[in-house]
């Protein structure tokens, strides 16, 4: 085990200095949540909806949340008797009310409706859900999150600092966020590994030596089985993993960086330098520098939230490189990036271009049922070199189909798995661009992608 002091103190005070709301944004964010509360019961009121209650949950209302994130998530808690066609029903009609006072108003879908608002530059989250009597009852999977706030301010008083320390480090280390599109620490997660270990030094310390498997069950009441690399027991819900959502690479990402982290605390760990988007010469250099071939995959992205559309784009990325190595391409690797008007899939390829021929080989001779059939089916084809045995077995050298990536890509793209909104979206249009045609894709944050892509 690693010999470790803790963060220096000025470190400590130079990240919360940065990340650490001040009084002033700590009475705004109180005030727009006693604001939105009434607009809550005021629309309630005016539609003639009885026995709802307004909670405020999420890190907002933890005293856990970083400086400038203005988010806000209202639960408006319903009897838990209520229909599950009054709540969507009688829920959203309350939130459009309160809409009707923010800059703007989109309906998303979870398990059930709920309204994504800006009010006064707030972020707010507009949720309908069952006021259940325990966790283990819900009837929809937000009626737990009142239940995780409760559980976190009982306990978090005094760790307010650490948690926000975690989560900086989390967000410097790029594995910060539950949604699909990152795979990462959920905030909630962070609030647990902190009331679990006592303290950000602690957390960190114990995540250098986490193995897949990892276990933490705060309240010891955990006993179904879970195949996740990190298991947190939900302390409000022993059936639930919090950290399903990480993936693999992430959970070690973030212990590599904890092991980094020890060797030298720096403010880089939190605050890590600000890439700037490559420039043609770089891309240019860079590719002649690695000598493989370099595939984007363009189409334009589909109209649907994150959490839907990035499952089917890792869907598409591993069916496309599937589709390579069926036909003997050798991949690097691969990678998404996803912007507001395009979508590319990117692939590295040892090389784009194989031999024209191929080697196949057959059944041994002495098979003779399979080995007669196997030389009668390529003996004297026109797509063969030239056929013999060779160690007991058939063997002819055929004509390569497809000989290009680029042109196997062109022609078996739509055979490949993706999800109905990708596969909408590629059926209208693609381009495959090789090498030094991504210079084309201008998008800024695509040139940052790229930067770290190659």
């Known amino acids: 085990m690693e010999t470790y002091t803790g963060i220096p103190d000025e470190l400590r005070l130079a990240v919360l200095e940065r990340i650490k709301p001040d009084e002033a944004e700590r009475t705004k ?27 405020m949950v999420g890190s907002a209302a933890r ?10 998530d209202v639960f408006i808690s319903f009897p838990e008797e209520t229909s599950r066609m009054d709540l969507e029903v009688q829920g959203m009609a309350i939130a459009r009310e309160v809409a009707k006072h923010a800059e703007y108003a989109e309906d998303r879908h979870a398990e059930h409706p709920y309204l994504n608002v800006v009010f006064k530059g707030f972020d707010v989250d507009l949720v309908p859900c069952f006021r259940v009597a325990s966790a283990c009852c819900i009837k929809s999977a937000v009626d737990r999150t009142p239940f995780h706030n409760d559980f976190v301010k009982a306990r978090i008083n005094g760790c307010e600092d650490d948690v926000l320390l975690l989560k900086q480090f989390m967000r410097g280390s790029g594995v910060y966020g539950s949604e699909l599109r990152t795979q990462g620490f959920s905030g909630y997660l962070t609030e647990l590994l902190i009331i679990h270990y006592g303290s950000f030094e602690n957390a960190v310390l114990a995540a250098c030596s986490w193995k897949p498997g990892e276990k933490i069950d705060v309240m010891q009441h955990g006993e179904i089985k879970h195949e996740e690399p990190l298991i947190m027991v939900d302390p409000t819900d022993p059936r639930r993993n919090v950290a399903a959502a990480l993936s693999l690479d992430k959970f070690c990402m973030f212990i590599d960086s904890c092991r980094e982290f020890l060797k030298g605390p720096e403010i880089r760990f939190f605050f890590p330098p600000l890439l700037l988007p490559l420039e043609d010469s770089e891309i240019l250099e860079r590719l002649e520098s690695r000598k493989s071939t370099q595939l984007a995959i363009i189409f334009k992205t589909p109209d649907v939230v994150e959490d839907v559309l990035y499952p089917q784009l890792y869907k598409m990325e591993q069916s496309t490189a599937a589709l390579l190595k069926e036909y003997d391409f050798s991949i690097l690797k691969t990678g998404v990036w996803s912007g507001k008007d395009e979508t590319v899939i990117m692939l590295e390829l040892i090389s784009g271009t194989l031999p024209r021929v191929k080697k196949h080989i057959g059944p041994p001779v002495w098979v003779r049922m399979h080995a007669e059939k196997f030389k009668e089916k390529y003996e004297g084809s026109e797509n063969v070199f030239r056929g013999y045995i060779e160690n007991g077995k058939y063997v002819f050298e055929i004509l390569r189909k497809y000989p290009l990536a680029k042109g196997l890509l062109e022609n078996q793209l739509m055979h490949c798995s993706v999800g109905k909104h990708v596969c909408h979206s590629v059926n209208e249009s693609f381009e495959i661009l090789e090498n030094a045609e991504i210079c084309r894709l201008k998008d800024s944050d695509f040139r940052i992608f790229l930067r770290k892509w190659v």
């Open 63 to 72: 005293g856990t949340w970083l400086s400038g994130t203005h988010d806000i």
């Open 29 to 55: 964010l109180l005030e727009i949540q006693n604001e939105l509360a009434g607009e809550v019961r005021a629309g309630a009121e005016k539609l003639g909806v009885s026995g709802i209650l307004v909670k």
